[in-house]
């Protein structure tokens, strides 16, 4: 089959068309500032479709495409790939407790966005409410009856060897409790009234007590090359705190 060298010419060019604006494309999207989130709602989470969804990513969507006027890709991966990926530069920053670990290859923001703590539930008018409410340590949990959600690191490490009823997820875990199936949960606040809010649970749940609490920011990889962002991003969260509008949407997940 013959093909002119007019049509050959064409093609030529219709080809390196597509390559210079794949290269294009690539390039512009390997400059968003990419932030990653570990699946914990209500915190974070995607949906079936892959969108990023939580408290954590409205706040931090807000302050980075609104205030600053970048663009942003949001992931959600699991946690140990999350922080890898920002440790190598892969990613630009998370959302987390800056550890001293953590502050080896990041620089955090001086505002917490919000908070992550671990307090006491029962059900309302339990008879144990006054024994857990003046709970000092976690050794004195242990004629209670609890519950928790399977893989909850936390409480397989420091509730082990307790009466802990284990469930598959924290729909179940919340329902457990208000049907007094269990005496107490010990989990995240922000978490369980979220899901006690979804499952219509609010008046039958009661938080008791607050063993403890600790200040989540926003970590930026030193390999980022918007670390500058920081001040900027400190001074967003303030003003966003004034308004009003970080509550508006803390609210929307409590």
Not at 101 to 129: C, D, E, H, M
Not at 201 to 211: A, F, G, P, Q, Y
Request: glycine share 4%.
């Amino acid at each position: 089959m013959f093909i002119s060298k007019t049509v050959t010419y064409r093609l030529y060019v219709i080809f390196l068309t597509a390559i210079f604006f794949l290269f294009f494309s690539s390039l512009n999207h390997a400059q968003n500032l990419e932030v990653v989130f570990s699946d914990y709602k209500p915190y974070s989470w995607k949906d079936e479709v892959g969108e990023s969804h939580g408290l954590e990513v409205e706040i931090v969507k807000q302050i980075l495409q609104e205030h600053l006027s970048l663009k942003v890709t949001f992931k959600v991966l699991p946690w140990a790939r999350a922080q890898k990926r920002v440790k190598d530069g892969i990613s630009d920053a998370f959302v987390a407790v800056p550890t001293l670990k953590r502050l080896a290859y990041t620089k955090s923001s001086k505002q917490a966005i919000t908070s992550w703590g671990v307090s006491i539930f029962t059900y309302s008018k339990s008879p144990g409410i006054e024994k857990l409410r003046n709970i000092k340590s976690l050794q004195q949990l242990k004629p209670f009856k609890l519950g928790s959600m399977i893989g909850n690191g936390w409480v397989e490490e420091n509730l082990a060897g307790m009466q802990i009823k284990w469930v598959a997820n924290m729909d179940q875990l919340v329902t457990m409790l208000a049907l007094k199936r269990i005496d107490a949960l010990v989990d995240s606040p922000i978490v369980i009234n979220f899901y006690a809010k979804k499952n219509n649970l609010k008046s039958d749940i009661t938080e008791v007590n607050k063993l403890t609490s600790s200040p989540l920011y926003f970590c930026l990889s030193l390999k980022s090359k918007y670390l500058s962002i920081l001040p900027e991003f400190d001074k967003a969260l303030i003003e966003m705190r004034k308004d009003g509008s970080l509550q508006e949407i803390l609210n929307q997940y409590q």
